[in-house]
């Protein structure tokens, strides 16, 4: 009995090591993604928690590295005429859908003319100013899409004829979705309904398992792409993290391997007791509040620039935010390259005094005053971080005699309301690679879906026109401060700080890079316990 209780014994031991030797699971990553995705159709996306997890499943002529910069994705070379104006790129003999189908330049084709379809209406279509061949008239509806200057010489090589040359072109090849392929075999079986999960299929690292609306969305590791060798994160559960101090919870207890934001109340208790996670970057990235200008109150520019003035920006960054972020007076951030401001609407040699009574005195001339206040309300973000400036601004409002009420808004609604121009004065956000031209395209006419106040210059957009078109760095330049400056006298907008770039990373997540965009491909991370 004795002898077979000893030997049962061992029987247990021995399937317990057989386990411990067995196949290791898959390796998972859970990421915060601050909000729920609208949609995962690279042609159609908007906001930066679709297009992270787009560039995990998709992989465009370019790719980003870890460190954001642009570098060969689905083509391995590409060469440019001396005038700048035709680019071929030779696709990877060994690029395939997720399906096992290969990806060929007609795919891109697809995609492409897709983008610029306006059928399907999507938000950055003219992202780089319509810069490939007849994609203006295409997406107005004057010209049928088989006139875009894309065609595929043969399976493995695309060309792609520019309007004018580019000197941001290949980087927005790389790191945005509108630009990717489509899967035409695909979409020529489903339709639209091609993006669904169960149907998709994708040419880069990852593919879509599931989605599980408000609670997660899941990538797999796709085993048909070109370096799946190297990709060493087998699952991807996004999560929705539009509550700062959730996500913080979250990560505390090991639920969130990382999250690429925290509240900024935070940040010095985060700092102390979680050094080696809490990271914050300088950010190329705006944020700012957007007037509606088809109101009559915010049409008039005395009113627009009453508002600006009676912003105390240093107090905003100095004891609200108090995390590295900088006042802002410019739209176009100051780390950006090749560009200085002209100075326009910096009221920082004024003194807050000095600041508060000109605005009243602005506002008396547009004709409020204390009997007969200005008063709307401020739609904002949820968050902490955003929370935390709607209260200030409120007060800083108040205190030059405006009437002010807060609408925390869910982050998707708050987007699809300014796109709606259903708001009267709201907040808002802007990351973009630190290059004049994509923060001038903010306030470009033709600029619908993200120039929410509807502020409209022709002169604007003659020298934002030409700042895409010229090759001379200083000429360049030039054009885009001048283009700025008509923008911030007409107070187009109001700058109101330039954040820093918050994040939360486990120690044992490694390849996580800090970069001004705050772009983090999953294929470049690992996990190291």
């Known amino acids: 009995m004795l002898r077979f209780a000893f030997a049962l014994v061992l029987m247990v031991l021995g399937a317990a090591v057989a386990a411990a030797d067995g196949p290791p699971g898959p390796v998972v990553l859970h990421r915060g993604n601050l909000a729920e995705p609208d949609t995962l159709d690279p042609q159609k996306w908007f906001t930066t928690y679709e297009a992270e997890i787009l560039r995990d499943l998709f992989v465009g002529l370019l790719q980003i590295d870890a460190d954001a910069r642009e570098i060969p ?6 060469e440019i005429t001396p005038d700048g104006l035709t680019l071929t790129f ?3 003999p060994d690029g395939k859908w997720s399906d096992g189908v290969p990806v060929t330049a007609e795919d891109f084709v697809t995609g492409l003319r897709r983008c610029m379809n306006p059928k399907t209406a999507s938000p950055y279509a003219n992202m780089g100013g319509f810069v490939i061949r007849n994609s203006r008239p295409i997406s107005e509806g004057k010209m049928p899409v088989d006139r875009l200057g894309v065609r595929a010489v043969d399976a493995l090589t695309l060309e792609i004829t520019l309007e004018r040359p580019s000197q941001t072109f290949l980087w927005l090849l790389a790191a945005y979705p509108q630009f ?3 899967p035409t075999h695909l979409l020529k079986a489903s339709g639209d309904a091609w993006i669904q999960p169960g149907t998709m299929v994708s040419n880069g690292p990852f593919v879509l398992a599931n989605w599980v609306p408000n609670d997660y969305v899941l990538l797999r590791k796709n085993a048909n792409f070109f370096d799946a060798k190297a990709v060493l994160i087998d699952e991807v559960y996004y999560e929705p993290t539009d509550d700062d101090a959730a996500a913080v919870k979250q990560f505390r207890a090991g639920e969130l391997d990382l999250n690429v934001r925290f509240p900024p109340g935070q940040y010095q208790m985060l700092k102390r007791d979680l050094p080696a996670q809490t990271l914050a970057t300088p950010a190329s990235w705006i944020g700012y ?9 915010f049409a008039d520019a005395r009113v627009r620039k009453a508002l600006s003035l009676a912003l105390d920006r240093e107090t905003i960054v100095n004891k609200v935010l108090n995390n590295g972020e900088l006042p802002a007076w410019s739209f176009v951030p100051p780390m950006t390259r090749n560009f200085t401001s002209s ?7 004024m003194t807050m005094p000095e600041r508060q009574a000109e605005a009243r005195r602005l506002l008396a001339e547009a004709g409020y005053d204390a009997g007969h206040p200005l008063a709307f309300a401020f739609q904002h973000r949820i968050g902490e971080a955003n929370k935390r400036v709607a209260l200030a601004m409120r007060d800083m409002w108040r205190a030059v005699g405006v009437d002010v009420v807060l609408q925390p808004t869910e982050v998707k609604v708050h987007y699809a309301r300014l796109r709606e121009m259903a708001f009267e004065v709201a907040d808002g956000g802007w990351s973009m690679p630190p290059d004049a031209e994509f923060f001038i ?11 929410f106040g509807g502020w409209h210059n022709a002169a604007f957009d003659r020298l934002a026109d030409l ?17 700025e400056k008509i923008a911030l006298d007409d107070t ?6 330039i954040p820093v770039e918050r994040a939360l990373v486990q120690t044992w997540v490694k390849g996580f890079r800090q970069n001004a965009v705050n772009y983090h491909p999953t294929r470049w991370l690992s996990i190291e316990r």
Do not use: C, M
Request: proline share 5%; hydrophobic share 40%; charged share 25%.
């Open 467 to 483: 700042g895409n078109a010229e090759q001379d760095v200083k000429k360049r330049g030039d054009y885009y401060a001048a283009a």
């Open 90 to 92: 030779h696709l990877r």
């Open 492 to 497: 187009a907008l109001i700058p109101v700080y």
């Open 343 to 349: 100075g326009a609407g910096d009221f920082s040699k």
């Open 73 to 78: 994705g689905a083509a391995e070379r590409w």
């Open 180 to 182: 990717a392929p489509v």
């Open 289 to 297: 509040a957007v007037l509606n200008q088809t109101d009559p109150r």
């Open 441 to 451: 395209y903010l306030l470009r006419s033709d600029s619908v879906e993200v120039n």
